[in-house]
Protein backbone atom coordinates (compact mmCIF):
# COMPACT_ATOMS: atom_id res chain seq x y z
CA UNK A 1 0.00 0.00 0.00
CA UNK A 2 0.87 3.52 -0.75
CA UNK A 3 1.74 5.54 2.19
CA UNK A 4 -0.74 8.37 1.69
CA UNK A 5 0.27 12.22 1.24
CA UNK A 6 -0.41 14.39 4.26
CA UNK A 7 -2.30 16.20 1.37
CA UNK A 8 -4.19 13.33 0.93
CA UNK A 9 -5.58 12.71 4.29
CA UNK A 10 -9.18 13.62 4.81
CA UNK A 11 -10.81 16.31 7.49
CA UNK A 12 -11.87 14.30 11.06
CA UNK A 13 -15.25 12.50 10.75
CA UNK A 14 -17.04 11.19 13.81
CA UNK A 15 -19.00 8.00 12.67
CA UNK A 16 -18.39 7.84 9.22
CA UNK A 17 -19.67 4.59 8.74
CA UNK A 18 -17.51 2.23 6.47
CA UNK A 19 -18.50 -0.93 4.51
CA UNK A 20 -14.98 -2.33 5.36
CA UNK A 21 -16.02 -2.51 8.83
CA UNK A 22 -15.66 -6.27 9.86
CA UNK A 23 -15.76 -6.42 13.56
CA UNK A 24 -18.84 -4.44 14.69
CA UNK A 25 -19.74 -5.48 17.52
CA UNK A 26 -16.41 -5.26 19.43
CA UNK A 27 -16.64 -1.87 21.38
CA UNK A 28 -15.58 -0.43 24.41
CA UNK A 29 -16.75 -1.14 27.48
CA UNK A 30 -17.61 -4.28 26.51
CA UNK A 31 -14.52 -4.88 24.80
CA UNK A 32 -10.93 -3.96 25.19
CA UNK A 33 -7.77 -4.52 23.47
CA UNK A 34 -4.57 -4.95 25.12
CA UNK A 35 -1.14 -5.48 24.27
CA UNK A 36 0.42 -8.76 22.90
CA UNK A 37 2.94 -8.89 26.80
CA UNK A 38 -0.13 -8.53 28.92
CA UNK A 39 -2.28 -11.32 26.63
CA UNK A 40 0.37 -13.39 27.49
CA UNK A 41 0.79 -12.71 30.78
CA UNK A 42 -2.92 -13.36 31.81
CA UNK A 43 -2.71 -16.83 29.76
CA UNK A 44 -4.96 -15.19 26.60
CA UNK A 45 -2.60 -16.28 24.05
CA UNK A 46 0.45 -18.64 24.03
CA UNK A 47 3.21 -17.22 23.97
CA UNK A 48 7.00 -16.00 24.95
CA UNK A 49 8.81 -12.93 24.56
CA UNK A 50 12.63 -12.57 23.81
CA UNK A 51 14.16 -12.79 27.77
CA UNK A 52 11.09 -11.96 29.46
CA UNK A 53 8.12 -13.90 30.52
CA UNK A 54 5.60 -11.32 31.71
CA UNK A 55 5.21 -7.92 32.22
CA UNK A 56 3.81 -6.31 34.98
CA UNK A 57 1.37 -4.19 33.65
CA UNK A 58 -1.96 -4.59 32.19
CA UNK A 59 -1.94 -2.16 29.07
CA UNK A 60 -5.05 -1.82 27.87
CA UNK A 61 -6.65 0.60 25.06
CA UNK A 62 -10.05 1.07 24.37
CA UNK A 63 -11.57 0.16 21.19
CA UNK A 64 -13.88 1.15 18.24
CA UNK A 65 -14.43 -0.28 14.81
CA UNK A 66 -14.15 3.14 13.52
CA UNK A 67 -10.91 3.48 15.06
CA UNK A 68 -8.83 6.69 16.59
CA UNK A 69 -9.99 9.90 14.85
CA UNK A 70 -6.77 11.18 15.31
CA UNK A 71 -4.16 10.82 12.75
CA UNK A 72 -0.50 11.17 14.06
CA UNK A 73 2.26 10.99 11.82
CA UNK A 74 4.07 7.95 13.92
CA UNK A 75 1.12 6.38 14.78
CA UNK A 76 -0.41 2.52 13.95
CA UNK A 77 -3.64 3.50 15.01
CA UNK A 78 -4.41 6.43 12.86
CA UNK A 79 -7.07 7.44 10.73
CA UNK A 80 -5.22 7.93 7.37
CA UNK A 81 -5.02 3.64 7.88
CA UNK A 82 -8.61 3.26 7.61
CA UNK A 83 -7.66 1.52 4.10
CA UNK A 84 -5.54 -1.13 5.12
CA UNK A 85 -7.95 -3.31 6.95
CA UNK A 86 -9.59 -3.37 10.12
CA UNK A 87 -9.01 -1.07 13.39
CA UNK A 88 -8.38 -3.49 15.63
CA UNK A 89 -5.77 -5.35 13.10
CA UNK A 90 -3.72 -2.59 13.38
CA UNK A 91 -0.22 -2.64 15.26
CA UNK A 92 0.53 0.21 17.81
CA UNK A 93 3.86 0.82 19.26
CA UNK A 94 5.07 -2.03 16.99
CA UNK A 95 3.20 -5.12 18.42
CA UNK A 96 -0.54 -6.20 17.90
CA UNK A 97 -3.19 -5.81 20.40
CA UNK A 98 -5.34 -8.60 20.49
CA UNK A 99 -9.01 -7.98 21.86
CA UNK A 100 -11.04 -9.38 24.59
CA UNK A 101 -13.99 -8.97 26.46
CA UNK A 102 -13.47 -6.87 29.70
CA UNK A 103 -15.29 -9.44 31.76
CA UNK A 104 -12.91 -12.29 30.73
CA UNK A 105 -10.10 -9.34 31.39
CA UNK A 106 -11.37 -8.64 35.09
CA UNK A 107 -12.16 -12.37 35.73
CA UNK A 108 -9.15 -13.92 34.89
CA UNK A 109 -7.35 -11.29 36.89
CA UNK A 110 -9.28 -11.95 39.77
CA UNK A 111 -8.37 -15.73 39.05
CA UNK A 112 -4.83 -15.32 39.63
CA UNK A 113 -4.04 -16.03 36.10
CA UNK A 114 -0.98 -13.40 35.77
CA UNK A 115 0.29 -15.27 39.08
CA UNK A 116 0.20 -11.92 40.72
CA UNK A 117 2.86 -10.88 37.93
CA UNK A 118 0.23 -7.65 37.27
CA UNK A 119 1.24 -4.58 39.74
CA UNK A 120 -0.76 -1.73 37.48
CA UNK A 121 -3.40 -1.55 35.07
CA UNK A 122 -3.41 1.18 32.24
CA UNK A 123 -6.08 2.04 30.25
CA UNK A 124 -5.07 4.08 26.98
CA UNK A 125 -7.53 6.26 25.46
CA UNK A 126 -7.90 7.23 21.93
CA UNK A 127 -9.51 10.03 19.82
CA UNK A 128 -13.28 9.10 19.60
CA UNK A 129 -16.33 10.60 20.62
CA UNK A 130 -17.00 7.71 23.15
CA UNK A 131 -13.66 7.17 24.85
CA UNK A 132 -14.34 9.60 27.97
CA UNK A 133 -17.34 7.95 29.33
CA UNK A 134 -15.92 4.51 28.43
CA UNK A 135 -12.74 5.02 30.45
CA UNK A 136 -15.00 6.19 33.42
CA UNK A 137 -16.95 2.87 33.05
CA UNK A 138 -13.68 1.13 32.42
CA UNK A 139 -12.07 2.51 35.46
CA UNK A 140 -15.23 2.33 37.93
CA UNK A 141 -15.16 -1.21 37.49
CA UNK A 142 -11.43 -2.06 38.26
CA UNK A 143 -10.75 0.20 40.79
CA UNK A 144 -13.96 -1.47 42.67
CA UNK A 145 -13.70 -5.51 41.34
CA UNK A 146 -9.62 -5.06 41.16
CA UNK A 147 -8.77 -2.58 43.93
CA UNK A 148 -5.32 -4.44 44.90
CA UNK A 149 -3.82 -3.16 41.15
CA UNK A 150 -3.57 0.69 40.55
CA UNK A 151 -4.65 2.45 37.34
CA UNK A 152 -2.99 4.74 35.26
CA UNK A 153 -4.77 6.17 32.57
CA UNK A 154 -2.73 7.32 29.40
CA UNK A 155 -5.21 10.17 28.25
CA UNK A 156 -6.31 12.08 25.16
CA UNK A 157 -6.07 15.74 26.24
CA UNK A 158 -7.92 16.85 23.07
CA UNK A 159 -11.53 15.45 24.65
CA UNK A 160 -11.01 15.93 27.96
CA UNK A 161 -11.38 19.38 30.41
CA UNK A 162 -10.38 19.56 33.88
CA UNK A 163 -13.84 18.06 35.30
CA UNK A 164 -12.86 14.82 33.31
CA UNK A 165 -9.58 14.60 35.22
CA UNK A 166 -11.32 15.09 38.58
CA UNK A 167 -13.94 12.42 37.78
CA UNK A 168 -11.23 10.15 36.97
CA UNK A 169 -9.48 10.57 40.43
CA UNK A 170 -12.64 10.17 42.37
CA UNK A 171 -13.22 6.65 40.27
CA UNK A 172 -9.85 5.94 41.75
CA UNK A 173 -7.03 6.64 39.25
CA UNK A 174 -3.46 6.77 40.50
CA UNK A 175 -1.70 8.33 37.46
CA UNK A 176 -2.78 10.41 35.04
CA UNK A 177 -0.23 10.78 32.31
CA UNK A 178 -0.64 12.85 29.24
CA UNK A 179 1.49 11.67 25.34
CA UNK A 180 2.68 14.93 24.77
CA UNK A 181 5.16 12.58 22.76
CA UNK A 182 6.21 15.84 20.46
CA UNK A 183 8.32 18.39 22.24
CA UNK A 184 8.47 21.15 20.51
CA UNK A 185 5.36 23.12 18.99
CA UNK A 186 6.79 22.70 15.62
CA UNK A 187 7.24 18.80 15.60
CA UNK A 188 3.74 18.74 17.60
CA UNK A 189 2.16 20.89 14.39
CA UNK A 190 3.82 18.68 11.88
CA UNK A 191 3.45 15.31 13.41
CA UNK A 192 0.30 15.07 15.01
CA UNK A 193 -1.47 18.61 14.95
CA UNK A 194 -2.73 20.65 11.11
CA UNK A 195 0.01 19.23 9.03
CA UNK A 196 -1.49 16.23 8.96
CA UNK A 197 -5.20 17.43 9.57
CA UNK A 198 -5.36 15.90 13.25
CA UNK A 199 -7.14 17.44 16.05
CA UNK A 200 -3.96 17.60 18.77
CA UNK A 201 -2.56 20.94 20.16
CA UNK A 202 0.40 21.74 22.08
CA UNK A 203 -1.43 24.88 24.25
CA UNK A 204 -3.80 21.93 25.17
CA UNK A 205 -1.35 19.40 25.95
CA UNK A 206 0.20 21.57 28.69
CA UNK A 207 -2.62 23.12 29.58
CA UNK A 208 -3.41 18.96 30.54
CA UNK A 209 -0.23 18.48 32.14
CA UNK A 210 -0.89 21.53 34.38
CA UNK A 211 -4.67 20.41 35.43
CA UNK A 212 -2.60 17.23 36.05
CA UNK A 213 -0.19 18.10 38.51
CA UNK A 214 -3.18 20.39 39.98
CA UNK A 215 -5.58 17.34 40.40
CA UNK A 216 -3.26 14.53 40.96
CA UNK A 217 -0.13 16.53 42.43
CA UNK A 218 3.80 15.37 43.24
CA UNK A 219 4.56 12.03 41.77
CA UNK A 220 1.29 10.73 40.53
CA UNK A 221 1.11 12.37 36.89
CA UNK A 222 3.83 12.53 33.91
CA UNK A 223 4.01 12.93 30.37
CA UNK A 224 5.05 10.47 27.32
CA UNK A 225 8.13 11.63 25.29
CA UNK A 226 9.50 10.35 22.01
CA UNK A 227 12.81 10.75 21.05
CA UNK A 228 14.08 11.52 17.94
CA UNK A 229 11.72 12.66 15.79
CA UNK A 230 13.94 15.99 14.76
CA UNK A 231 13.92 17.48 18.71
CA UNK A 232 17.43 18.23 20.31
CA UNK A 233 19.08 16.68 23.00
CA UNK A 234 18.86 20.02 24.94
CA UNK A 235 15.00 20.09 23.44
CA UNK A 236 14.07 17.27 25.04
CA UNK A 237 15.73 17.44 28.15
CA UNK A 238 14.42 21.08 28.89
CA UNK A 239 10.67 19.79 28.67
CA UNK A 240 11.44 16.50 31.17
CA UNK A 241 13.30 18.91 33.54
CA UNK A 242 9.62 21.61 33.51
CA UNK A 243 8.01 18.91 33.92
CA UNK A 244 10.11 17.17 36.98
CA UNK A 245 9.66 20.45 38.11
CA UNK A 246 5.93 20.69 37.75
CA UNK A 247 6.41 17.29 40.29
CA UNK A 248 5.63 14.79 37.53
CA UNK A 249 7.87 11.84 35.73
CA UNK A 250 9.12 11.59 31.97
CA UNK A 251 8.11 8.63 29.96
CA UNK A 252 10.19 8.17 27.41
CA UNK A 253 9.86 6.40 24.12
CA UNK A 254 12.82 5.81 21.22
CA UNK A 255 11.50 6.45 17.65
CA UNK A 256 11.41 3.69 16.11
CA UNK A 257 9.23 3.97 12.60
CA UNK A 258 5.56 2.04 12.89
CA UNK A 259 5.18 -0.02 9.72
CA UNK A 260 2.00 1.87 8.23
CA UNK A 261 2.28 4.87 9.65
CA UNK A 262 3.17 7.68 7.69
CA UNK A 263 6.50 7.97 9.09
CA UNK A 264 7.43 4.33 8.80
CA UNK A 265 10.56 5.35 6.66
CA UNK A 266 12.00 7.93 9.07
CA UNK A 267 14.99 6.03 9.89
CA UNK A 268 14.77 4.89 14.31
CA UNK A 269 16.59 7.16 16.84
CA UNK A 270 20.39 7.39 16.87
CA UNK A 271 21.72 5.07 19.37
CA UNK A 272 24.13 7.72 20.84
CA UNK A 273 21.34 9.95 21.04
CA UNK A 274 19.08 7.36 22.53
CA UNK A 275 21.19 6.42 25.63
CA UNK A 276 22.51 9.93 25.98
CA UNK A 277 18.80 10.95 26.95
CA UNK A 278 17.57 8.10 28.85
CA UNK A 279 20.58 8.84 30.79
CA UNK A 280 19.95 12.06 31.48
CA UNK A 281 16.15 11.61 31.85
CA UNK A 282 16.94 9.04 34.87
CA UNK A 283 19.00 11.42 36.08
CA UNK A 284 16.52 14.44 36.47
CA UNK A 285 13.75 12.11 37.59
CA UNK A 286 15.43 10.23 39.83
CA UNK A 287 19.02 10.54 41.05
CA UNK A 288 18.48 14.36 41.85
CA UNK A 289 20.09 16.24 38.71
CA UNK A 290 19.15 19.12 37.34
CA UNK A 291 18.57 20.57 33.66
CA UNK A 292 20.64 23.67 34.61
CA UNK A 293 24.12 21.83 35.51
CA UNK A 294 24.04 19.99 32.34
CA UNK A 295 26.23 21.02 29.81
CA UNK A 296 25.36 20.67 25.64
CA UNK A 297 27.38 21.35 22.39
CA UNK A 298 26.77 23.71 19.74
CA UNK A 299 24.49 21.19 18.03
CA UNK A 300 22.05 20.28 21.45
CA UNK A 301 24.30 17.04 22.48
CA UNK A 302 25.37 16.40 25.62
CA UNK A 303 28.88 16.88 26.61
CA UNK A 304 28.22 16.84 30.39
CA UNK A 305 25.79 15.06 32.64
CA UNK A 306 26.70 17.41 35.53
CA UNK A 307 26.98 14.81 37.98
CA UNK A 308 30.59 13.88 39.45
CA UNK A 309 32.14 10.98 37.53
CA UNK A 310 31.93 8.48 40.07
CA UNK A 311 28.36 8.87 40.71
CA UNK A 312 27.89 8.77 36.91
CA UNK A 313 29.62 5.60 36.26
CA UNK A 314 27.90 4.17 39.17
CA UNK A 315 24.36 5.00 37.65
CA UNK A 316 25.44 3.65 34.11
CA UNK A 317 27.01 0.42 35.73
CA UNK A 318 23.29 -0.49 37.68
CA UNK A 319 21.71 -0.16 34.02
CA UNK A 320 18.00 1.15 35.44
CA UNK A 321 18.33 4.08 33.64
CA UNK A 322 18.04 2.27 30.22
CA UNK A 323 15.23 0.05 31.18
CA UNK A 324 11.91 0.86 30.33
CA UNK A 325 10.48 4.10 31.76
CA UNK A 326 7.25 4.63 33.01
CA UNK A 327 4.81 4.39 36.03
CA UNK A 328 6.21 2.29 38.73
CA UNK A 329 5.61 -1.19 40.58
CA UNK A 330 7.11 -1.52 43.44
CA UNK A 331 10.38 0.28 43.11
CA UNK A 332 9.73 3.86 42.27
CA UNK A 333 12.46 4.05 40.01
CA UNK A 334 11.68 0.68 38.00
CA UNK A 335 8.36 0.94 35.70
CA UNK A 336 5.69 -1.71 35.67
CA UNK A 337 5.10 -0.76 32.47
CA UNK A 338 8.11 -2.78 30.81
CA UNK A 339 6.23 -2.51 27.06
CA UNK A 340 8.33 -5.71 25.60
CA UNK A 341 9.87 -4.42 22.59
CA UNK A 342 7.37 -1.51 21.72
CA UNK A 343 10.26 0.88 20.99
CA UNK A 344 12.81 -1.76 19.07
CA UNK A 345 13.27 -5.25 17.86
CA UNK A 346 14.99 -8.16 20.05
CA UNK A 347 18.37 -7.37 18.80
CA UNK A 348 19.04 -3.98 19.73
CA UNK A 349 17.19 -3.12 23.09
CA UNK A 350 16.42 0.24 22.77
CA UNK A 351 14.50 0.06 25.89
CA UNK A 352 14.99 -2.96 28.74
CA UNK A 353 12.28 -4.47 29.41
CA UNK A 354 14.04 -6.48 32.06
CA UNK A 355 17.31 -5.76 34.23
CA UNK A 356 20.48 -5.43 32.20
CA UNK A 357 23.18 -7.99 32.49
CA UNK A 358 26.83 -6.97 31.75
CA UNK A 359 27.06 -7.21 27.94
CA UNK A 360 23.55 -5.07 27.79
CA UNK A 361 25.59 -2.91 29.53
CA UNK A 362 28.98 -2.95 28.07
CA UNK A 363 26.61 -2.25 24.78
CA UNK A 364 25.18 0.59 26.24
CA UNK A 365 28.36 1.85 27.32
CA UNK A 366 29.52 1.89 23.34
CA UNK A 367 26.30 3.82 21.98
CA UNK A 368 26.53 6.56 25.00
CA UNK A 369 30.47 7.19 23.93
CA UNK A 370 29.97 7.45 20.44
CA UNK A 371 32.55 9.01 17.76
CA UNK A 372 31.23 12.29 17.69
CA UNK A 373 30.54 13.65 21.76
CA UNK A 374 32.30 11.84 24.24
CA UNK A 375 30.16 13.02 26.70
CA UNK A 376 32.67 13.21 28.99
CA UNK A 377 32.67 9.83 29.84
S1 LIG B 1 3.93 4.59 31.29
FE1 LIG B 1 2.70 2.75 30.84
S2 LIG B 1 1.28 2.60 32.59
FE2 LIG B 1 2.07 4.69 32.58
S3 LIG B 1 0.58 5.87 31.38
FE3 LIG B 1 2.24 5.24 29.96
S4 LIG B 1 1.47 3.33 29.04
FE4 LIG B 1 0.25 3.70 30.91
Redesign the pocket.
Known amino acids: MDTPMIDDVQPIRFYRPDYRIKTPEMRSPEYVQMSTAAAITLGLIPGRMHRTACTH ?1 L ?1 LLVTYPEGCRANCAYCGLARHREEARDYADRNFIRVDWPTARYDEVIERVKAGSDRGQFE ?5 MITHPDSNDDTFVLLERWTREVPQVPV ?4 NPTTLEKDDLLRMRELGAD ?3 V ?1 LDAVTPGIFERTRGKGVDSPHKYEHYWRAIEWAADVYGPEKF ?1 A ?1 LICGMGETEREILEVAQRIRGMGGHN ?1 MFAFFPERGSLMEDWPAVDRGQWRRVQLARYIIDYAGGHFRDMRFDEDGRITDFGLPQAKLEALIDAGTPFR ?4 PGKADDV ?3 N ?1 PYGDSGPTDILSFPFALKKRDIAKVRRQIDDEDVKAGL
Open positions: CNRMCISSILSIFTAGHHTSGCSACR
